[in-house]
């Protein structure tokens, strides 16, 4: 079973306008950690924000937040401000208690237009 | 900021050779990892390494890969007799502590082509 689910495979948004990419995730461990990377055309992973499991609060770094449902097991990005260089594969993550390893999602194509 | 640099940033290699892809993580950092992303595909996790042995590895990590930290700053993986299929982009990771809320930075990747 996929652990991370993105189905947005590609999102469009003009700059200045806000997006919100989705990511839900599947875990039975009441203890993880959720990462949003950002992956430019030139390959690099880019860590943008994190959130915790017992967090009460929604993260925000900057002009990107995560909007945190945990009932619904929903971790979804919200990038405000959409400028030119947000153009890029933007990949959720998480990581449990117990193990090393994130698991990622299958990525999200953003696409901002002038 | 500092960051995690890794060598070389593209790597072409016969089919049978053998490939090493050199890491130097962030300094105060004690974890690391490496993960692999064939093209069009997820980043997968490969192995992580702490205190100079592997703490875990995925399925994918089998005899052809080792890892191994030779001094104080570099962390390097060896993938031996090379398939065409171990083509991808290569990430090497780390992190300051172990828990679920530590964030992984990653380097810019070796994209490793397998002729």
């Known amino acids: 079973a996929q652990k991370i689910t993105q189905t947005q495979p590609g999102m469009f948004v003009q700059e200045k306008e806000a997006v919100t990419l989705d990511c839900t995730y599947d875990t039975s461990d009441p203890s993880y950690g959720l990462f949003w990377y950002k992956q430019p055309s030139s390959g690099e992973m880019i860590f943008l924000i994190y959130?915790?499991?017992?967090?009460?609060q929604n993260a925000t770094e900057g002009r990107y937040s995560l909007n945190f449902q945990k009932a619904r097991k929903s971790a979804n990005l919200v990038i405000s401000a959409s400028q030119l260089g947000d153009s890029a594969m933007y990949f959720c993550?998480?990581?449990?208690?117990?193990?090393?390893?994130?698991?990622f999602g299958t990525g999200t194509r953003l696409q901002v237009f002038p | 900021e500092p960051e995690v640099t890794q060598t070389p940033s593209h790597q072409v290699t016969q089919m049978g050779q053998e490939v090493i892809l050199r890491c130097v993580p962030i300094s105060n950092h004690l974890y690391f990892y490496w993960y692999r992303q064939i093209l069009g595909q997820k980043v997968e996790f490969l192995v992580s390494f702490y205190n100079n042995e592997i703490s875990e590895k995925s399925e994918i990590f089998d005899d052809q890969f080792s890892v191994e930290r030779p001094d104080g700053s570099n962390f390097t993986l060896k993938i031996r007799s090379t398939k065409l299929e171990d083509s991808a982009m290569y990430f090497c990771?780390?992190?300051?502590?172990?828990?679920?809320?530590?964030?992984?930075?990653f380097g810019d990747g070796t994209r490793l082509s397998i002729l």
């Open positions: 990771a780390s992190s300051e502590g172990r828990g679920s809320n530590q964030p992984q930075h």
């Open positions: 959130q915790g499991s017992y967090d009460q």
């Open positions: 993550a998480m990581r449990e208690v117990n193990t090393d390893k994130l698991i």
